[in-house]
């Protein structure tokens, strides 16, 4: 019973050391913000676009566009494989789909947005008086859940 005691102490002893032990080291959370990515004028100088990540799939790029307020980005498509998944960091921004800049066209996107702009679709955005910030990430619908996916227009 004694001996019992004792293995029981110990038992408790270590668990105590193991969860007031420091974690073993780890290398750290690197923090960045948008700012810290070089960026260019794209669309006629109405936005800067600042790239996140390279080779995600051929001919697309990651990047974070900035558009200065009041920044109109003219309608223009993308060529990558599938799709550009885009989420409005700040805004709201005004977006819609066509091939002519048509101002009673644009709806407000809120900052939380997530737009699915699939491969050869014309689009165009104009920011408000404090400009926007997006997200922009190349997808396939198959990386999508399963519910999302299903609302996307056939290929």
Do not use: C, K
């Not at 960045?32 to 799939?57: C, I, K, N, W, Y």
């Not at 947005?113 to 997006?134: I, K, Q």
């Amino acid at each position: 019973s004694h001996t019992r005691r004792r293995a029981v102490r110990n038992v408790l002893a270590a668990l105590f050391i193991a969860v007031a032990a420091p974690a073993a080291a780890q290398p750290p959370t690197t923090f960045v913000t948008p700012g810290d990515f070089a960026g260019q004028p794209v669309h006629e100088g109405s936005a800067t676009r600042r790239m996140l990540l390279s080779a995600v799939q051929p001919g697309a790029q990651a990047a974070f566009l900035d558009i200065r307020p009041g920044g109109r980005v003219p309608p223009h498509a993308h060529s990558q494989e599938d799709l550009v998944l885009i989420v409005v960091v700040r805004g709201p921004v005004l977006y819609a789909d066509g091939e002519r800049f048509d101002p009673e066209a644009l709806r407000p996107q809120a900052a939380g947005t997530v737009l699915l702009v699939p491969r050869g679709n014309w689009h165009f955005l104009e920011a408000g008086p404090d400009g926007a910030l997006l997200l922009a990430l190349p997808t396939r619908r198959e990386a999508l859940p399963p519910a999302v996916a299903a609302r996307l227009p056939a290929r």
